[in-house]
């Protein structure tokens, strides 16, 4: 299996632009994540899905985020319009749904609003 | 709710020294703990995880951590450093009720000094 697979890997917008990231998972693994990491606070979680149904979405940091899992083998991460504040990098990582069971993340999309 | 604490955000060793990474938790149930790697661009890699079995888990590069409850501690070992080891470490907890998805420490950078 090629793992996690994001894009695009890096992404430079200006602000108030619509960016919008993607993600293919492993086949097999239930859940998918989507991740945030910044220097000043690391790495939240931002929402997770269980067999393409979002089930915790309380880390969107505003309404400006939305995310969609429209089937098992691919998600999408937008936000718009985009601020300089979101400039991060985003990892979306996927597993299977016991909560024993380690996460595999994809490389990351560096995100640049300027 | 469950938290990990990382102590210390920058440790440096010497080459072929003993490497400690420390963790902490905090969780109401008994929890499911794991050690990500993260090199300078990449994404995050299972160094090794604790599922209830042994205390004490091995995992790749020659890195162990022991499950302490009575301390609520994971620490992460390594006897001999290495240049290679040279990354960012990250802690994470999961347990069974609540979101059922990692959540990580701030992060452990680890440089080895030749």
């Known amino acids: 299996d090629a793992g996690v697979i994001q894009s695009p890997r890096h992404e430079v917008t200006e602000m108030g632009q619509e960016v919008t990231l993607r993600c293919k998972p492993i086949?097999?693994?239930?859940?998918l994540f989507w991740y945030r990491q910044t220097m000043m606070r690391g790495l939240e979680l931002l929402i997770y899905?269980?067999?393409?149904?979002?089930?915790?979405d309380s880390g969107m940091p505003e309404d400006r985020f939305s995310a969609k899992m429209p089937n098992a083998s691919f998600s999408t991460l937008k936000i718009q319009p985009s601020e300089p504040r979101d400039s991060a990098v985003y990892f979306c990582?996927?597993?299977?749904?016991?909560?024993?069971?380690?996460?595999?993340f994809g490389q990351g999309t560096r995100l640049t609003v300027v | 709710a469950q938290s990990v604490t990382q102590l210390g955000s920058h440790v440096s060793v010497s080459e072929g020294a003993l490497v400690l990474l420390r963790c902490n938790y905090s969780s109401s149930v008994p929890p499911y703990l794991f050690w990500y790697v993260q090199y300078p661009n990449q994404g995050l890699q299972l160094l090794l995880k604790y599922t209830s079995a042994a205390t004490l888990v091995k995992g790749i590069n020659g890195f162990e951590a022991e499950f302490k409850k009575s301390e609520t501690s994971f620490h992460l070992t390594k006897p001999s450093a290495h240049m290679s080891d040279a990354a960012e470490y990250f802690c994470a907890v999961n347990s069974d009720t609540g979101r059922r998805a990692l959540t990580f420490g701030s992060g452990t950078r680890l440089q080895v000094q030749p």
């Open positions: 086949s097999g693994h239930n859940s």
């Open positions: 899905f269980n067999n393409n149904v979002p089930i915790d």
């Open positions: 990582a996927s597993s299977l749904p016991s909560a024993n069971t380690e996460a595999f």
